[in-house]
Structures are given as structure tokens and as C-alpha cells.
């Protein structure tokens, strides 16, 4: 099992930037993806962005628009999602998650059984 926790979340102005970041433990592989998801109220959880862990290729989701940047250190097994220019938008719980072996898409919330408690981002206007 993977055991993932988030930190970083806060409460900010609209145009600041935070960086959340996801230390992974447990058992892993290094085929696996790992991504951020976040759920605003009222809303369905919703991709970001993700990573795989070997090879570092990167996906984000079109409302991103070069605003945010996923990252990882291998070494540390830890996760980042550096938010930039935020917006109350962007408000939500940020959850990281860790998929399978055999990822098929890399947005695919049901191919990452793997999640963190989340950390909330609050973005005022």
C-alpha cells in the first residue's frame, strides 16, 4: 500500500503562488504516475496535473494554462505542484494521488487508487 500526505495549502491573495508538496511512502513501483487532483465545493473532483515517475513526462489539464508546474524529487519521494498567479478559482481541496501499473490516461481518476488526505487552498478575492 501507498500512504501519501499532502502540505502546503493555505490561505492566500489572489495573484500569490504556493507549492504544495506530496511525500509518498510504503510500497511503490516506478511505473507508476502520480498526480494532483483538486475538489472546489459544490464540485467534482477534478484533474490538474500529473507526472510519471520515470522519465518525468508531464500532462496538465487545459484550465491550467501555464499557471501551474508538477514536479518531483525521486530521491525524497516527494511530489510538488507549484501554483502561480492564483486565483479564488483555484480555491479547493488539492489531493495528491498514485496510480497503478498499467496507467492507460494519464487524467483517468479511476486509475489512481492511491490518495492523500488533501490540503486546502484558499485564494481570496
Known amino acids: 500500500q501507498v500512504q501519501l500526505v499532502e502540505s502546503g495549502g493555505g490561505l492566500v491573495q489572489t495573484g500569490d503562488s504556493l507549492r504544495l508538496s506530496c511525500a509518498a511512502s510504503?510500497?511503490?513501483?516506478?511505473?507508476?504516475?502520480m498526480a494532483w487532483f483538486r475538489q472546489a465545493p459544490g464540485k467534482e473532483r477534478e484533474f490538474v496535473a500529473s507526472?510519471?515517475?520515470?522519465?518525468?513526462?508531464?500532462y496538465y489539464a487545459d484550465f491550467v494554462k501555464g499557471r501551474f508546474a508538477i514536479s518531483k524529487d525521486n530521491a525524497k519521494n516527494t511530489l510538488y505542484l507549484q501554483l502561480y498567479r492564483l486565483e479564488p478559482e483555484d480555491t479547493a481541496v488539492y489531493y495528491c494521488a498514485a496510480s497503478v501499473p498499467g496507467l492507460t490516461a494519464w487524467n483517468n481518476i479511476r486509475e489512481y487508487p492511491y490518495w492523500g488526505q488533501g490540503t486546502q487552498v484558499t485564494v481570496s478575492s
Open positions: 507526472i510519471a515517475w520515470i522519465g518525468g513526462t508531464k
Open positions: 510504503g510500497r511503490t513501483f516506478s511505473s507508476y504516475a
